[in-house]
T-cell receptor, first 116, second 118 residues
Framework: AQKVTQAQTEISVVEKEDVTLDCVYETRDTTYYLFWYKQPPSGELVFLIRRNSFDEQNEISGRYSWNFQKSTSSFNFTITASQVVDSAVYFCALKGPSSGTYKYIFGTGTRLKVLA | GAGVSQSPRYKVAKRGQDVALRCDPISGHVSLFWYQQALGQGPEFLTYFQNEAQLDKSGLPSDRFFAERPEGSVSTLKIQRTQQEDSAVYLC????????????????FGNGTRLTVT
């Protein structure tokens, strides 16, 4: 079965703190892709990153970094020096052949609140 | 257009009414998806179009839900005889690449339509 688990329902941090959002996935596929999306209060899901199953290099983009570990089936997202504008719901998603031909499987999301 | 546009942003319907939700995808995008997002949950797949062809409607919860994309651009999701359990945000997404088992394009989402059935 394809499944994405985001165990953290809600996280609150004070501005400038670092925060890590966890994502654990289940799949029987050997080729698959993982995604992170941000959903601000406006409602639109904004694409942040895509990572394929063969590339375990960590990635950094400004204050954002992602740690992909196949051994633990995790694809965690860290925000360094958080800002109030980072407040949003963050979703991890998975797509692979077993998802169904066209389906992207989303987790339940983690709501991040960054307090000034 | 610059992004995926959905209308209306909010819709309140009385139980039993029919509703129609519109999605205007990014120009030239082949793939169009509809997702349903219940409160506090992640998006759940409803249906997929490749141009005007509806290739997957396995996520539609009942035969009260119907989607179309007649000219391969704008899409409409119609819900007949709305029920309270239909209350959710309906998200439309598009992508440039045609969908498929080996297609992994990021999805571009609209702001969604929040449907409340009273």
């Amino acid at each position: 079965a394809q499944k994405v688990t985001q165990a953290q329902t809600e996280i609150s941090v004070v501005e400038k703190e670092d925060v890590t959002l966890d994502c654990v996935y289940e799949t029987r596929d050997t080729t698959y892709y993982l995604f992170w999306y941000k959903q601000p209060p406006s409602g639109e899901l904004v694409f942040l990153i895509r990572r394929n199953s063969f590339d375990e290099q960590n990635e950094i983009s400004g204050r954002y970094s992602w740690n992909f570990q196949k051994s633990t089936s995790s694809f965690n997202f860290t925000i360094t020096a958080s800002q109030v504008v980072d407040s949003a719901v963050y979703f991890c998603a998975l797509k692979g052949p077993s998802s169904g031909t066209y389906k992207y499987i989303f987790g339940t999301g983690t709501r991040l609140k960054v307090l000034a | 257009g610059a992004g995926v546009s959905q209308s209306p942003r909010y819709k309140v319907a009385k139980r039993g009414q029919d509703v129609a939700l519109r999605c205007d995808p990014i120009s030239g995008h082949v793939s169009l998806f509809w997702y349903q997002q219940a409160l506090g949950q992640g998006p759940e797949f409803l249906t997929y179009f490749q141009n005007e062809a509806q290739l997957d409607k396995s996520g539609l919860p009942s035969d009260r839900f119907f989607a179309e994309r007649p000219e391969g651009s704008v899409s409409t999701l119609k819900i007949q005889r709305t029920q309270q359990e239909d209350s959710a945000v309906y998200l439309c997404a598009s992508s440039l690449e045609q969908g498929g088992t080996m297609a992994y394009s990021p999805l571009h989402f609209g702001n969604g339509t929040r449907l409340t059935v009273t």
